[in-house]
Nanobody, 125 residues
Framework: QVQLVESGGGLVQAGGSLRLSCAAS????????MAWFRQAPGKEREFAAA????????DYADSVKGRFTISRDNAKNTVYLQMNSLKPEDTAVYYC??????????????????WGQGTQVTVSS
């Protein structure tokens, strides 16, 4: 059983930056593919970014590519999402996810077995 806890959300102006963190416990963190999904008010949850177990490969949604960077520190059992050039449409609850599958199907929720409770990101115009 893996527990994931997100942190780092908050209120930021458009064009600003935030760094989200996801701390994992209860499992072998370094073996998991990790991902960030987000859910805006009234919308379905959508894929944002994913990173392989080694940290050598990443995948991003087109909507965040070039602005967001996912990274991980396996020694700290933590995955990060650095969000730059934030836009109001980035406003959402951001969820951390973990799974044993690779990046080939990273955009699909079914690839992930464990989910955090989410952290709110609000971007003002």
């Amino acid at each position: 059983q893996v527990q994931l806890v997100e942190s780092g959300g908050g209120l930021v102006q458009a064009g600003g930056s935030l760094r989200l963190s996801c701390a994992a416990s209860g499992g072998s963190f370094s073996t998991y593919t990790m991902a960030w999904f987000r859910q805006a008010p009234g919308k379905e949850r959508e894929f944002a970014a994913a990173i392989s177990w080694s940290g050598r490969s990443t995948d991003y949604a087109d909507s965040v590519k070039g602005r967001f960077t996912i990274s991980r520190d396996n020694a700290k059992n933590t995955v990060y999402l650095q969000m730059n050039s934030l836009k109001p449409e980035d406003t959402a609850v951001y969820y951390c996810a973990a799974g044993l599958r690779g990046l080939g199907s990273a955009v699909y929720e079914y690839n992930y077995d464990y989910w955090g409770q989410g952290t709110q990101v609000t971007v003002s115009s």
